[in-house]
């Protein structure tokens, strides 16, 4: 398999900052997702980036393939973007592999 | 469109009994992958079913398995239930040819 590592680990922001979460893997991959998991445990989508930059409103994310990396960035940062944040890369056949995860909390 | 659907949200079991566990993959979606999250950890693959057969699956013992039906959706049964089986199941389903997940609300288990 690969080797997916997600950091930070743990991020605190005041609401309105914006953060760069960064998700690193060890080969190279068909494709890659960012979710979301909120308080009840559903992986809520952002992204399906296996290469390139996606935009949807305050979030965006970055995959470079070529350097086995992605970024998802948050701007303007509000209570509601509090949850875990993973990262998921398809390396061959049907499993993706997950992270561990960013913890985010967004204080007011 | 209707999402991915599973049940039951919450059970509780005790060690050696057998856990069933349902998913209705989303409208249109073909193939159906089975995760489990333990506390603290990012999701493992356990299997994926397409067409009705296993087509794909991660380091689980046998006594994890699954069906497929031919309305696509799925099951996981887990046989001789461990304490370390505790955890949030997740399904997700996909079209086979873009392989994007959707994921639903997941079952959380416990065992007692």
């Known amino acids: 398999g690969i080797q997916v590592e997600q950091s930070p680990p743990d991020l605190i922001l005041q609401e309105g900052a914006n953060s760069t979460l960064r998700c690193n893997f060890s080969d190279s991959v068909n494709n890659l997702q960012w979710f979301h998991q909120n308080p009840w445990g559903q992986l809520i989508n952002l992204f399906y980036?296996?290469?390139g930059t996606k935009q949807n409103g305050r979030l965006s994310a970055t995959t470079v393939a070529t350097e086995r990396y992605s970024l998802l960035y948050i701007s303007s940062s509000q209570t509601t973007d509090s949850g875990v944040y993973f990262c998921?890369?398809?390396?061959?056949?049907?499993?993706?592999?997950f992270g561990t995860g960013t913890s985010l909390t967004v204080i007011p | 469109e209707t999402g991915v659907t599973q049940s039951p949200t919450h059970l509780i079991k005790t060690r050696g009994q057998q856990v069933t566990l349902r998913c209705s993959s989303q409208s249109g979606h073909n193939t159906v992958s089975w995760y489990q999250q333990a506390l603290g950890q990012g999701p493992q693959f356990i299997f994926q079913?397409?067409?009705?057969?296993?087509?794909g699956r991660g380091n689980f013992p046998p006594r994890f398995s699954g069906l497929q039906f031919p309305n696509y959706s799925s099951e996981l049964n887990v046989n001789a239930l461990e304490l370390d089986d505790s955890a949030l199941y997740l399904c997700a389903s996909s079209l086979s040819w873009t392989g994007e997940l959707f994921f639903g609300e997941g079952s959380r288990l416990t065992v007692l």
């Open positions: 998921a890369a398809l390396w061959s056949g049907n499993q993706f592999y």
């Open positions: 980036i296996p290469s």
């Open positions: 079913y397409y067409r009705e057969e296993e087509n």
